[in-house]
């Protein structure tokens, strides 16, 4: 049975970006195979992605602040690694390794 679990972000304005990435996405490990990737318009247009982790599902925001070149790189399908309070995120792709650095200091 899979579980599927939101992260959901009711309101957020650009100010508060940096604190989500420093208090949400930093703490987090992350193992998996991305399976969607998406824009959220009932949600201020938030870019999205959906990670498959085992069993589990669940939807990480996303802002082009933390990276620029992210956003346009990842695909479906790409498995994504990310170790627990790292700010550096290993997207990899038939043998092809790609590690990306957020920022958060916005």
Known sequence: MKTTIFFLLIFFSFT???NYCLNH???????????NKYVNE???ATKMISIQENDYVYDIPF?????????EFIEI??????????LE???????IHNDFTFNCDF
């Open 42 to 44: 009932l949600n201020h």
């Open 63 to 71: 802002t082009d602040s933390y990276n620029l070149t992210f956003w």
């Open 16 to 18: 508060d970006c940096g």
């Open 89 to 95: 995120i290993t997207i990899i792709r038939r043998n």
């Open 25 to 35: 996405l930093k703490p987090l490990e992350i193992k998996g195979k991305i399976i």
């Open 77 to 86: 399908g790409d498995s994504i690694k990310k170790n627990k309070e790292s």
